[in-house]
């Protein structure tokens, strides 16, 4: 058997995984977006591309922009409160507490995302703990939750952890003589870290953003239970279709068009994620 | 004056290991100083604190007259070359030697202009636009050469920056950052174990052992005359004896070995009667002659009577281990006068009393 045979054959299962529960699915949604949904809120199979005419009316247009708004806003929030907790993690944290600490960041999924969602509105809900605590220094009470700042800040808690963790890798291995040496030729250290670090973890920061980008583009729960259904997102129109209005063809053609801005992203930062698997 | 480094009472511990006590030390400005030593002996750490890497825990720096003890790396007229020279990996060569003088805010036309004229100093003309991973080992180093001297330092530090390169392209490089260094004229810190980098280099070298200066001489007369046991054993005096000695006069010392042969050496004003010394003799300092007579020391100097032990062949010279009593020499014999001799050959050890070297014992304050 020829080496390329074997590597062939070692790879198989992986192959057969991945067809099974990822491009199976992927057809039959693109067999079901084709299709014309029945009285009943069954599939009619066609040859239309009626779904997707009417994904791109403006109103959807709409609510996917509003979806990239949002998981802009999350994974630039995210990037700006991971960074210096990676850079400490990786950099400063005493290397014996490292494991320990980086444990203490993947603590929270130990816990389901639900349960936690709802954590957060029994915090910020009109008798709850911020506002109680409010009161007693007479605020209040302020509308913290159903609202689109509500929303973001579900996101940002929930994908925070995905982006701490690869800037944390590739702060870890920036050599220390690398920042010495911006030191050594006159660079302070905000220069330094403008000049030094920031560019050497770039791997790190496309991996996060792509990471937290992903996930929020398609949000769901958030939106839902944080921001009270009261807007639309992406995931909850897609959602909708499926349990609420019982149009599946509209809803795998939405899912689809999300898959495919997807898809687009990862092709235009593939350069630098290459970099981060190689270094 | 620029360039001139005074060490005042320097001293810095990582836990409780003393890394360097109490170091004071002037370099003179314009000066190749190379600080050498085995690896643990602070000199390294020594570099770091003149560079502004670690702080002193007591002490003060000079650099040019002026006290940069509590000056950041960044705001001290030094520039390094590190060992594994900690090129930029997301800048070229060009951006490598640039970065300092964008720190400095310098224009563009004279950056283009001052990052080619250091690149050509360092022969690497033209390459500027080169990703840093695209060159060798030996080009890396000149970069990282280039990128320090662009920014005319007045000291420029070295840390072990050959250590990575192998032994053909090392010699290379001392002749020619020797050359650069007579050329520029600033003064030079270099960190090295290796005591022919240091012998080729230096105009003065500061031997370190265990945190401390050992001796601070130009190397001709740290070669001649190692002032203590560690420098003469770092710098290849490979014959050390313990010996007590028996008498003084006129210029001349009568010595015991522990192992009770009687030698002669030079009165260098150090020898007390009845002291207990360790003396040191080079290997190439001996002759062997054939045939084991014992003759009494003194007279045309010492000739002790021994057998011989062992060879090792070298090329240019052959190494042999003498018996000499209770006590093993090495004596070094070189090709061009090289005798038939065999394993077990009772020959005669000779050297002059001027080649005995008398030792300070700076180690057993260490234990």
Same mark, same amino acid.
């Given at each position: 058997? +020829? /080496? ?23 057809? $039959? ?8 949904? +029945? ?84 915090? $910020? ?129 939405? +899912?689809?068009?999300? +898959? ?18 190689? /270094? | ?59 003060? @720096? ?22 594994? %020279? ?80 192998? &032994? ?36 003065? @070298? ?16 740290? %070669? ?7 420098? =003469? ?37 150090? %020898? ?39 060879? @090792? %062949? ?9 018996? &000499? ?29 001027? =080649?005995? &070297? ?10």
């Amino acid at each position: 058997m +020829s /080496a390329r045979r074997a590597a062939l054959l070692l790879a198989l299962p992986c192959l057969l995984v991945l067809a099974v529960l990822f491009l199976a699915p992927q057809a $039959l949604m693109f067999e079901a977006s084709l299709g014309r949904r +029945s009285a009943y809120g069954g599939i009619i199979h066609a040859w239309s591309l009626g779904s997707y005419r009417r994904a791109l009316e403006p109103i959807y247009l709409a609510i996917l922009a509003r979806s990239v708004v949002l998981a802009l806003a999350t994974t630039l929030l995210c990037l700006v409160f991971a960074y210096p907790v990676a850079y400490w993690l990786g950099r400063q944290a005493p290397v014996r507490a490292r494991s320990a600490l980086l444990v203490l960041v993947i603590l929270p999924f130990w816990t389901s995302f639900l349960v936690r969602m709802y954590a957060w509105i029994f915090m $910020l809900r009109t008798e709850g703990l911020v506002n109680t605590l409010l009161a007693r220094v007479g605020i209040g009470p302020l509308n913290l939750l159903y609202n689109d700042g509500a929303v973001l800040l579900g996101q940002v808690y929930g994908e925070l952890p995905f982006m701490i963790l690869p800037l944390y890798a590739s702060l870890e291995k920036l050599d220390r003589s690398l920042l010495e040496a911006a030191a050594d030729l006159g660079a302070g250290p905000a220069r330094a870290l403008w000049r030094v670090t920031l560019p050497l973890s770039r791997a790190g920061i496309v991996a996060g953003s792509l990471l937290v980008f992903i996930p929020s583009l398609g949000a769901y729960l958030a939106p839902d239970l944080l921001g009270g259904a009261r807007t639309m997102y992406m995931g909850n129109l897609i959602q909708a279709q499926f349990a609420v209005v019982r149009d599946a063809p509209f809803g795998a053609a939405l +899912s689809f068009l999300l +898959s495919l801005v997807v898809l687009l992203l990862l092709v235009l930062f593939r350069r630098p994620l290459r970099e981060s698997r190689g /270094a | 004056m620029r360039g001139q480094v005074v060490f005042q009472g320097l001293r810095k511990a990582f836990g409780d290991v003393l890394a360097v006590r109490d170091v004071s030390l002037d370099v003179r400005a314009g000066e190749f100083l190379t600080l050498l030593g085995p690896s643990g002996c602070g000199k390294t750490t020594l570099l770091r604190l003149l560079a502004g890497f670690e702080s002193p825990d007591a002490g003060r @720096i000079l650099i040019s007259g002026r006290d940069v003890t509590a000056l950041p790396p960044h705001r001290r007229p030094v520039n390094t070359v590190f060992q594994h %020279y900690a090129l930029f990996p997301h800048r070229t060569v060009g951006g490598n030697v640039a970065f300092g003088l964008e720190m400095q805010r310098r224009g563009k036309g004279e950056i283009a202009e001052r990052v080619e004229k250091a690149l050509e100093m360092v022969r690497l003309g033209g390459l500027g636009g080169r990703r840093v991973s695209q060159l060798s080992g030996g080009q890396q180093q000149r970069v990282a050469l280039a990128r320090a001297v662009v920014l005319e330092p007045e000291v420029l530090l070295l840390d072990e920056p050959m250590a990575a390169l192998d &032994l053909k392209l090392r010699q290379e490089m001392r002749v020619e950052v020797k050359n650069l260094q007579e050329r520029l004229g600033i003064t030079f810190v270099f960190v090295t174990h290796d005591q022919d980098e240091a012998l080729v280099m230096s105009d003065r @070298i500061a031997v370190m052992n265990h945190g401390r200066l050992e001796q601070v001489d130009a190397p001709e007369t740290l %070669y001649d005359r190692p002032r203590t046991r560690f420098v =003469a054993d770092f710098l290849a005096v490979r014959n050390l004896l313990p010996a007590t000695v028996s008498s003084v006069s006129s210029g001349r010392a009568a010595l015991r070995t522990r192992g009770g042969a009687a030698l002669e050496a030079a009165d260098d004003g150090g %020898y007390r009667e009845g002291a207990a010394v360790w003396i040191g003799v080079r290997p190439e300092r001996m002759r062997l002659e054939a045939g084991g007579e014992r003759t009494a020391a003194g007279g045309d100097g010492n000739r002790l009577a021994g057998t011989l032990v062992d060879e @090792i %062949y070298l090329g240019d010279r052959t190494d042999w281990r003498v018996q &000499l009593g209770e006590e093993t020499v090495t004596v070094a014999e070189p090709a061009a006068s090289a005798q038939p001799r065999r394993r077990g050959d009772a020959v005669t050890v000779s050297f002059p009393p001027e =080649a005995v &070297l008398r030792l300070e014992d700076t180690e057993p304050e260490d234990r």
